[in-house]
Each structure stands twice: as structure tokens, then as C-alpha cells.
């Protein structure tokens, strides 16, 4: 767990080179602090003294019920170190903290064009999708944005059931029946680059295809990686 301010100022840099936020958006080292202070947490990976992946979360309350969850805002590791399990392990330390405090449910929300965060967060950690936010950040300076829409899913991650430890834990489970598929282009991340008007009409045809399902009780249960499509896998949910 991260709570000095030396170590939140390096946070600063590492949003510069993950992201490429214009300072105008880059959270400041203060606000990691505050986060710290009301139950938050902040979480980093280390390389020596050198600070090269964090998740940064804020706690939250429903309004609807008053239960207490916690909404993880952020998720970076550097490029250097990616593709070395990092991510993974961040998430579980949450899961770790989260639970030695009994609370039972992180939330977090990520970009359904982005198929590698959607595989980790749904194959690997065990979320479940019920909820899709048009534009929910604003355009943005982003360069991982593309100037697109910030269209997101809502990742809804209950820490302590069956279902979530059988699949942290790599066992075989009974999966949900699948009654609709929503399926990505694998090469989506060069359509954004290449392709600005195709990268639109593929997210705009997903972001209707999910709240249609959505709002017909669905979730998202599963995720399928193949040479040409990343696909969301949906099942009814209780």
C-alpha cells in the first residue's frame, strides 16, 4: 500500500506515459492522499525503489441500498514491465485489502474496445457486466482514446463468491449458458488508429448491441479471444 506523497508524486509520471493526459487531467498526488486518508486505497508494484505499476481506488456508497463498495479508478503499469502478470497481481492485492476489511465488492469501468483489459477483467478475475455508460469521461486528451466517445462497461467484481474464487483460482467451473454474443474486431486498436469513421460505426454498433441486452436482464459472463474477433460472451443473470 502507497502513503507517502513522494510515492503518489510518482504517479503523476507514470499517467503522463500511460495515458498521455494533458495536465489538466492527471490526478494529482493530493487526491491519492485524500484517498488514502477516507478508505480508499492506492497500490503500487515495484521495481527496487522505483515505482512502475499502481490501482487507485475511492470508496463508495450506494445510493439505492447504502452498501459499501469500493470503485477502482485506475489501473496502469508501465510498458516496459506489461504483459508480466502485474495487472493481475494489483488486482488481487485490492481483492486482498478490500476483503481484510469486509467489503465484498470493487467496481471499476473500462473500454469494450480494449479486449485485453476486457479478457483480464472477465476471464481472469471473474467480473460480471450489467451496466454500459455512453461517454462517460468526456472526450478526452488521451492518446489511448482517439478522440472517440468514452463510451464504458460497468465491471461489477463480488470478491468472495464460488464462482469469483473458482476462477481466480484457475479451477474448471459450470459455465452460464450463452444466449447472446457481442463480438469486437481484433485489430480494433489499428482500426482506431487507421480508421477513425470505422473504429466509430464498431462502437457505436456495440454500445447498442449492450444495452439492448442489458436491458433484457443479461450480463456479461465470458469473454473469447480468436485471430479475429475478441467477443463478449452474455448470459441471463439472477
Same mark, same amino acid.
Given at each position: 500500500?502507497?502513503?507517502?506523497?513522494?510515492?503518489?508524486?510518482?504517479?503523476?509520471?507514470?499517467? @503522463?506515459?500511460?495515458?498521455?493526459?494533458?495536465? =489538466?487531467?492527471?490526478?494529482?498526488? $493530493?487526491?491519492?492522499?485524500?484517498? !488514502?486518508?477516507?478508505?480508499?486505497?492506492?497500490?503500487?508494484?515495484?521495481?527496487?525503489?522505483?515505482?512502475?505499476?499502481?490501482?487507485?481506488?475511492?470508496? /463508495?456508497?450506494?445510493?439505492?441500498?447504502?452498501?459499501?463498495?469500493?470503485?477502482?479508478?485506475?489501473?496502469?503499469?508501465?510498458?516496459?514491465?506489461?504483459?508480466? /502478470?502485474? /495487472?493481475?497481481?494489483?488486482?488481487?492485492?485490492? @481483492?486482498?485489502?478490500?476483503?481484510?476489511? /469486509? +467489503? #465484498?465488492?470493487?467496481?471499476?469501468?473500462?473500454?469494450?474496445?480494449?479486449?485485453? *483489459?476486457?479478457?483480464?477483467?472477465?476471464?481472469?478475475?471473474?467480473?460480471?457486466?450489467? $451496466?454500459?455508460?455512453? *461517454?462517460?469521461?468526456? +472526450?478526452?486528451? %488521451?492518446?489511448? !482514446?482517439?478522440?472517440?466517445?468514452? &463510451?464504458?462497461? =460497468?465491471?461489477?467484481? !463480488?470478491? #468472495?463468491?464460488?464462482?469469483?474464487?473458482?476462477?481466480? &483460482?484457475?479451477?474448471?467451473?459450470?459455465?452460464?449458458?450463452?444466449?447472446?454474443?457481442?463480438?469486437?474486431?481484433? &485489430?480494433?486498436?489499428?482500426?482506431? !488508429?487507421?480508421? +477513425?469513421?470505422?473504429?466509430?460505426?464498431?462502437?457505436?454498433?456495440?454500445?447498442?448491441?449492450?444495452?439492448?441486452?442489458?436491458?433484457?436482464?443479461?450480463?456479461?459472463?465470458?469473454?473469447?479471444? %480468436?485471430?479475429?474477433?475478441?467477443?463478449?460472451?452474455?448470459?441471463?443473470?439472477?
Amino acid at each position: 500500500m502507497l502513503t507517502q506523497l513522494s510515492e503518489f508524486e510518482q504517479l503523476i509520471e507514470i499517467q @503522463r506515459e500511460v495515458w498521455g493526459f494533458a495536465d =489538466v487531467e492527471i490526478v494529482p498526488s $493530493r487526491l491519492f492522499l485524500i484517498a !488514502h486518508k477516507v478508505g480508499g486505497q492506492v497500490i503500487g508494484a515495484e521495481d527496487g525503489e522505483r515505482i512502475i505499476g499502481y490501482c487507485f481506488s475511492l470508496p /463508495g456508497i450506494r445510493r439505492d441500498t447504502g452498501g459499501i463498495y469500493l470503485h477502482s479508478h485506475m489501473l496502469a503499469v508501465l510498458p516496459d514491465y506489461r504483459n508480466r /502478470g502485474i /495487472g493481475r497481481q494489483l488486482k488481487l492485492e485490492q @481483492r486482498k485489502e478490500a476483503l481484510e476489511r /469486509g +467489503i #465484498d465488492l470493487i467496481e471499476w469501468t473500462f473500454d469494450p474496445l480494449e479486449l485485453k *483489459n476486457a479478457y483480464l477483467n472477465i476471464e481472469r478475475l471473474g467480473v460480471i457486466v450489467r $451496466r454500459y455508460i455512453r *461517454n462517460y469521461y468526456g +472526450i478526452t486528451t %488521451s492518446k489511448l !482514446h482517439s478522440g472517440m466517445p468514452t &463510451d464504458r462497461c =460497468v465491471a461489477e467484481w !463480488h470478491l #468472495d463468491t464460488e464462482r469469483t474464487r473458482r476462477i481466480l &483460482d484457475g479451477d474448471e467451473r459450470e459455465r452460464e449458458p450463452v444466449v447472446e454474443r457481442i463480438p469486437i474486431p481484433a &485489430d480494433i486498436a489499428r482500426i482506431r !488508429h487507421e480508421d +477513425i469513421r470505422e473504429a466509430l460505426r464498431i462502437q457505436r454498433e456495440a454500445t447498442e448491441k449492450f444495452e439492448e441486452c442489458f436491458e433484457r436482464g443479461l450480463a456479461v459472463t465470458g469473454f473469447e479471444r %480468436s485471430e479475429k474477433f475478441g467477443t463478449y460472451l452474455l448470459s441471463p443473470w439472477p
